[in-house]
T-cell receptor, first 115, second 111 residues
Framework: DGGITQSPKYLFRKEGQNVTLSCEQN?????MYWYRQDPGQGLRLIYY???????QKGDIAEGYSVSREKKESFPLTVTSAQKNPTAFYLC??????????????FGPGTRLTVT | GIQVEQSPPDLILQEGANSTLRCNFSDSVNNLQWFHQNPWGQLINLFY???GTKQNGRLSATTVATERYSLLYISSSQTTDSGVYFC?????????????FGKGTKLSVKP
């Protein structure tokens, strides 16, 4: 099946630890995105990548880092510098270079709790 | 940056009722998507509709880009329609396909 997978579904960490969230897609999409959702809020963009080995900061990149070594993978690291890391994290992807290429598709999300 | 406002913030319906959700945006867009977020958090694509009208079963959507709003219609609502509905837009200038989300409309359909 084609789609976007995120793992793990739930993640618990102690304050001060870095943690990496996985996002994989087999849709052959070029662009990938990371969003954060807080309770009762919409999604906010953390980082995005249009092509392999290139990525850009979104609106709330502080305390996060990413890599894009492969087209199908876009892992997000939540570092100890992120002041409020507890949130729901969603990964998305979209094709590019075609009509309707701006439509984004989302993975199931990872709920991160830091105590 | 572009602002996205959704209304109403909360909506309670009896099963079988119809509803209209609204999304206003403050600037020109080249992308507008409607999503349904289910109780498990999954965002389900409903419509990709930067302009015009589309229908899918009991759901339909209309975007009037020149007047900067979009409407999502839900007819004959069912309890499975409950959840949060998000509107998200992509900006026309300098867009990398990034989406700006509204805060959502929380819909509760009672049996």
């Amino acid at each position: 099946d084609g789609g976007i997978t995120q793992s793990p579904k739930y993640l618990f960490r102690k304050e001060g630890q870095n943690v990496t969230l996985s996002c994989e897609q087999n849709l052959n999409h070029d662009a990938m995105y990371w969003y954060r959702q807080d309770p009762g809020q919409g999604l906010r963009l953390i980082y995005y990548s249009q092509i392999v080995n290139d990525f850009q900061k979104g609106d709330i990149a502080e305390g996060y880092s990413v890599s894009r070594e492969k087209k199908e993978s876009f892992p997000l690291t939540v570092t100890s510098a992120q002041k409020n890391p507890t949130a729901f994290y969603l990964c998305a992807s979209r094709p590019s270079g075609r009509a309707n290429s701006y439509e984004q598709y989302f993975g199931p999300g990872t709920r991160l709790t830091v105590t | 940056g572009i602002q996205v406002e959704q209304s109403p913030p909360d909506l309670i319906l009896q099963e079988g009722a119809n509803s209209t959700l609204r999304c206003n945006f403050s600037d020109s867009v080249n992308n507008l998507q409607w999503f349904h977020q289910n109780p498990w958090g999954q965002l389900i694509n409903l419509f990709y509709i930067p302009s015009g009208t589309k229908q899918n079963g009991r759901l339909s959507a209309t975007t009037v880009a020149t007047e900067r709003y979009s409407l999502l219609y839900i007819s004959s609502s069912q309890t499975t329609d409950s959840g949060v509905y998000f509107c998200a837009v992509g900006q026309r200038v300098g867009s990398q396909g990034n989406l700006i989300f509204g805060k959502g409309t929380k819909l509760s359909v009672k049996p």
